[in-house]
């Protein structure tokens, strides 16, 4: 399974940027869907989670302004990041457990990495 994140560049404090992230290849089922981060000096972080139910949850430093979503029918993950803040400079990731067949045991997929940086 392959994923290709897209949507980084550089925005100024205060705004907004969509990030998506679409998996390919040969897979039965996709579970949670995530995002990480790193940023400069910084251990990868998870920033949001969308499961296979479309349940979410974020890291404390980002609720109230990223939402994730997800489209099944494309097999793509978002991530809408509203009111960025210079901290929330880093590259992102994202994260997928699938299964390749109904019988075959979870596995985990990343995408390559796309860069956020947010100029004060």
């Known amino acids: 399974v392959q994923l290709q994140a897209s949507g980084g560049g550089l925005v100024q404090a205060g705004g907004s940027l969509r990030l998506s992230c679409a998996a390919s290849?040969?897979?039965?089922?996709?579970?949670?869907m995530s995002w990480y981060r790193q940023g400069p000096g910084n251990e990868r972080e998870l920033v949001a989670t969308?499961?296979?139910?479309?349940?979410?949850n974020y890291a404390d430093s980002v609720k109230g302004r990223f939402t994730i979503s997800r489209d099944y029918a494309k097999n793509t993950v978002y991530l809408h990041m509203n009111s960025l803040k210079p901290g929330d400079t880093a590259v992102y990731y994202c994260?997928?457990?699938?299964?390749?067949?109904?019988?075959?045991?979870?596995?985990?997929?990343w995408g390559q990495g796309t860069l956020v940086t947010v100029s004060s």
């Open positions: 994260h997928i457990v699938y299964r390749a067949t109904s019988y075959s045991d979870a596995a985990a997929s």
């Open positions: 290849g040969s897979f039965d089922s996709i579970n949670d």
């Open positions: 969308i499961t296979g139910a479309s349940v979410t």
